[in-house]
């Protein structure tokens, strides 16, 4: 609770290094936060809790079960866009299955990714725990390898780009450390024509593609509607998102789009506009990197409405990671799905509609590993298992299976009723093998006690083993 109570009074330092918002900083890192620390105590134990499995008609005599251990080290290596969430979400996690953790932080959110430690630390000393369980670390991307290959971390959690995430998995290697990858997305929203009250539409798409400027590995980059629905979504688009308000919200509370965490990105975002631009795209707001009067050194980027875009350019094909909002046209709903599985990534998706079975056609054929339907993105706000496949990454974190995955799966198998019933070698196996022909013959007749389809099948199996035992 200290570190609840912490996030929600010091917002401030949720907003210095990154440059989000208030709202942005409520929504996107306290609101998951405390869901995360709730759900952990409310459903935690039941997860790990050891797992009772079935038997078979041979081992009916035993007990089956899988339980759940801690491994002792574990790494988390996360990213800049969320500093307080990302970090605290791992320590949660790990703490709760018995493990101890070290995270490195980005060297871009050094100073608040200290100051969250401090908080994670302080709440385990106030209960009674030690507060070396956790620890943080901040260092250049090349001196990471020491740690992402070292023997005694058992586990790494990865959040980040792809050619980051191929140097830690290559470090990994190393000493065989298992990685959760999760990567970036490319996350599609589509939009049908038979959706009901499309002003509600967009006010959930506005929040998707700005939340965070839009550094939110799981913000709506491709808004995807089908053609009678697209002439009202852009124009009300065009409308919400020439309005935005972008400065710093720990001096001026009345703004929508804070600063970005830097200017590195700027001359791609822009060639990316002009080079579509040139292919056909429509620039109707924004486009290029916004020059604040009051924060001349500020990373501010415009908010951006790019519509007509078609698959073939590069900016329907990368991830943008910034305020950016793109829409493309479809043709069908076929054509709307291809559209969404056109990139190599797949880490959520969305889907607005009326139709039960249209709905269902997305769902089932989308390329993801989350989808929200009629919303955006809500998967993560009830701990479902958050990850997603292709060029997304892979592993799951959150939820139960989040949980599971930072364990030692352990299998049990043992007698059920000891005292009767145990395992006995039939003494035409037992080694040294008396007679080779006796041996087979026992073990034919116990894949027929085992299998047999018919009840016959199985007496002529067990007459089999009782007369060349």
Same mark, same amino acid.
């Given at each position: $609770?200290?570190?609840?109570?912490?996030?929600?009074?010091?917002?401030? !330092?949720?907003?210095?290094?990154?440059?989000?918002?208030?709202?942005?900083?409520?929504?996107?890192?306290?609101?998951?936060?405390?869901?995360?620390?709730?759900?952990?105590?409310?459903?935690?134990?039941?997860?790990? #809790? *050891?797992?009772?499995?079935?038997?078979?008609?041979?081992?009916?005599?035993?007990?089956?079960?899988?339980?759940?251990?801690?491994?002792?080290?574990?790494?988390?290596?996360?990213?800049?866009?969320?500093?307080?969430?990302?970090?605290? %979400? *791992?320590?949660? &996690?790990?703490?709760?299955? %018995? &493990?101890?953790?070290?995270?490195?932080?980005?060297? #871009?959110?050094?100073?608040?990714?200290?100051?969250?430690?401090?908080?994670?630390?302080?709440?385990?000393?106030? @209960?009674?725990?030690?507060?070396?369980?956790?620890?943080?670390?901040?260092?250049?991307?090349?001196?990471? /390898?020491?740690?992402?290959?070292?023997?005694?971390?058992?586990?790494?959690?990865?959040?980040?780009?792809?050619?980051?995430?191929?140097?830690? @998995?290559?470090?990994?290697?190393?000493?065989?450390?298992?990685? @959760?990858?999760?990567?970036?997305?490319? +996350?599609?929203?589509?939009?049908?024509? +038979?959706?009901?009250?499309?002003?509600?539409?967009?006010?959930?798409? $506005?929040?998707?593609?700005?939340?965070?400027?839009?550094?939110?590995?799981?913000?709506?980059?491709?808004?995807?509607?089908?053609?009678?629905?697209?002439?009202?979504?852009?124009?009300?688009?065009?409308?919400?998102?020439?309005?935005?308000?972008?400065?710093?919200?720990?001096?001026?509370?009345?703004?929508?789009?804070?600063?970005?965490? &830097?200017?590195?990105?700027?001359?791609?975002? !822009?060639?990316?506009?002009? !080079?579509?631009?040139?292919?056909?795209?429509?620039?109707?707001?924004?486009?290029?990197?916004?020059?604040?009067?009051?924060?001349?050194?500020?990373?501010?980027? &415009?908010?951006?409405?790019?519509? +007509?875009?078609?698959?073939?350019?590069?900016?329907?094909?990368?991830?943008?990671?910034?305020?950016? @909002?793109?829409?493309?046209?479809?043709?069908?709903?076929?054509?709307?799905?291809?559209?969404?599985?056109?990139? $190599?990534?797949?880490?959520?998706?969305?889907?607005?509609?009326?139709?039960?079975? +249209?709905? /269902?056609?997305?769902?089932? /054929?989308?390329?993801?590993? $989350?989808?929200?339907? /009629?919303?955006?993105?809500?998967?993560?706000?009830?701990?479902?298992?958050?990850?997603?496949?292709?060029?997304?990454?892979?592993?799951?974190?959150?939820?139960? !299976? %989040?949980?599971?995955?930072?364990?030692?799966?352990?299998?049990?198998?043992?007698?059920?009723?000891?005292?009767?019933?145990?395992?006995?070698?039939?003494?035409?196996?037992?080694?040294?093998?008396?007679?080779?022909? #006796?041996?087979?013959?026992?073990?034919? %007749?116990?894949?027929?006690?085992?299998?047999?389809?018919?009840?016959?099948?199985?007496?002529?199996?067990?007459?089999?083993?009782?007369?060349?035992?």
């Amino acid at each position: $609770m200290a570190a609840k109570e912490e996030g929600l009074e010091n917002y401030v !330092e949720l907003c210095l290094d990154s440059g989000k918002t208030k709202v942005d900083a409520s929504f996107g890192e306290i609101l998951v936060t405390v869901e995360k620390l709730k759900w952990t105590i409310q459903h935690g134990e039941r997860a790990l #809790r *050891p797992e009772k499995r079935p038997s078979n008609f041979l081992m009916m005599y035993k007990h089956n079960e899988v339980r759940w251990e801690p491994l002792g080290v574990v790494a988390a290596c996360v990213s800049w866009n969320y500093p307080f969430h990302n970090l605290i %979400g *791992p320590i949660i &996690s790990t703490l709760f299955t %018995g &493990s101890a953790i070290i995270v490195k932080a980005s060297e #871009r959110t050094a100073w608040s990714s200290h100051y969250f430690t401090s908080i994670a630390r302080a709440s385990l000393a106030a @209960c009674g725990h030690s507060p070396q369980l956790v620890q943080s670390i901040v260092c250049w991307p090349q001196t990471a /390898n020491h740690l992402t290959s070292h023997p005694d971390i058992s586990h790494i959690t990865f959040i980040g780009s792809r050619p980051v995430a191929h140097s830690v @998995c290559t470090s990994a290697a190393k000493s065989l450390t298992p990685v @959760c990858v999760e990567l970036g997305g490319k +996350d599609p929203a589509i939009i049908l024509d +038979d959706v009901k009250n499309v002003p509600k539409v967009v006010s959930i798409l $506005m929040r998707g593609v700005f939340q965070s400027a839009g550094q939110n590995c799981i913000g709506i980059e491709r808004i995807i509607a089908q053609k009678n629905v697209y002439p009202q979504l852009i124009s009300l688009l065009e409308t919400r998102i020439r309005t935005l308000r972008l400065g710093s919200t720990l001096e001026d509370p009345e703004v929508d789009v804070g600063a970005m965490i &830097s200017a590195d990105s700027f001359p791609r975002l !822009e060639a990316l506009i002009n !080079e579509a631009v040139s292919q056909g795209a429509q620039l109707l707001v924004g486009g290029k990197r916004y020059h604040h009067p009051a924060y001349p050194k500020g990373h501010y980027f &415009s908010p951006t409405l790019l519509v +007509d875009v078609v698959p073939s350019m590069r900016i329907a094909q990368e991830e943008c990671f910034g305020p950016i @909002c793109l829409v493309m046209p479809a043709d069908s709903l076929p054509d709307a799905i291809a559209l969404a599985n056109s990139t $190599m990534y797949a880490l959520g998706a969305s889907v607005f509609g009326s139709s039960t079975k +249209d709905i /269902n056609t997305v769902v089932a /054929n989308v390329k993801a590993g $989350m989808v929200s339907v /009629n919303d955006f993105a809500v998967y993560y706000a009830v701990q479902l298992p958050f990850g997603g496949v292709g060029g997304s990454g892979y592993g799951r974190f959150a939820g139960e !299976e %989040g949980l599971r995955a930072i364990c030692n799966m352990k299998s049990v198998c043992r007698d059920r009723f000891p005292a009767w019933v145990s395992t006995a070698i039939p003494s035409a196996v037992d080694y040294p093998i008396k007679n080779a022909g #006796r041996a087979w013959e026992v073990c034919m %007749g116990v894949v027929g006690l085992g299998y047999g389809e018919r009840f016959s099948e199985k007496v002529s199996a067990l007459w089999k083993i009782v007369s060349n035992s």
